[in-house]
């Protein structure tokens, strides 16, 4: 059982940057894809950023040249690089573990962490 820790997020400006990071047990991370996911208040959970074992990525448009997914096997941590925040940013963040190839939806992924709170006041 893969247990997720995130980690990181804060109160900031518009323009500001954060980095969040997500902390595994249990396994080791590196067998697998890492997926971060935001939620608003109101709203679905949807899809910030994938990396895959071999460090392939993908971004939702909206964070495309904003933030980057990066990974740390060796800490057996994930990390998610947030610069230029916009209130729109605005959402509790969560960190996904699932086996197998890379993915973007929140049912592909069957490990969650608790979430980070992250705020961009305008």
Known sequence: QVQLVESGGGLVQAGD???LSCAA???ALSNYVMGWFHQAP???RDFVASI???GGTQYADSVKGRFTISRDNAKNTVYLQMN???PEDTAVYYCAARRGVVATRTGDFGSWGQGTQVT???
Do not use: H, Y
């Open 42 to 44: 109101g709203r679905e």
């Open 52 to 54: 895959s074992w071999s």
């Open 84 to 86: 230029s925040l916009k």
């Open 17 to 19: 940057s954060l980095r």
């Open 120 to 122: 961009v006041s305008s």
């Open 25 to 27: 047990s249990g396994v």
